[in-house]
Nanobody, 118 residues
Framework: QVHLEESGGGLVQAGGSLRLSCVASGSWNNIVAMHWFRQPPGKQRELVASIIIRNGRTQYEDFVKGRFTISRDNTKNAVYLQMTNLKPEDTAVYYC???????????WGQGTQVTVSS
């Protein structure tokens, strides 16, 4: 079993930066990939960025390319999302998600609020 806990959200002005952290407790070695999702107010949850734990390969949705960076630290069982040049439309609850070698292996954090003021 894996437990994920996010931190680092908050209120920031447009153009500012935040770094979100997601720390995993439990069986880190069961995790194949980690993802950041977000859910803006009144909208559906959407994928933001992904990273393969073994090799660090990353993938980003177009709306964050060049502004957000996902990374991992295997020594700390942690994944990060560095967010720069934040926009009001980035306002959302950000969730950490991990998946493993099969469909039964999926874990979610509780979410952290990011609010970007204009």
């Amino acid at each position: 079993q894996v437990h994920l806990e996010e931190s680092g959200g908050g209120l920031v002005q447009a153009g500012g930066s935040l770094r979100l952290s997601c720390v995993a407790s439990g069986s880190w070695n069961n995790i194949v990939a980690m993802h950041w999702f977000r859910q803006p107010p009144g909208k559906q949850r959407e994928l933001v960025a992904s990273i393969i734990i073994r090799n660090g390969r990353t993938q980003y949705e177009d709306f964050v390319k060049g502004r957000f960076t996902i990374s991992r630290d295997n020594t700390k069982n942690a994944v990060y999302l560095q967010m720069t040049n934040l926009k009001p439309e980035d306002t959302a609850v950000y969730y950490c998600n991990g998946d493993g070698p099969g469909p039964e292996y999926e874990w979610w954090g509780q979410g952290t609020q990011v609010t970007v003021s204009s």
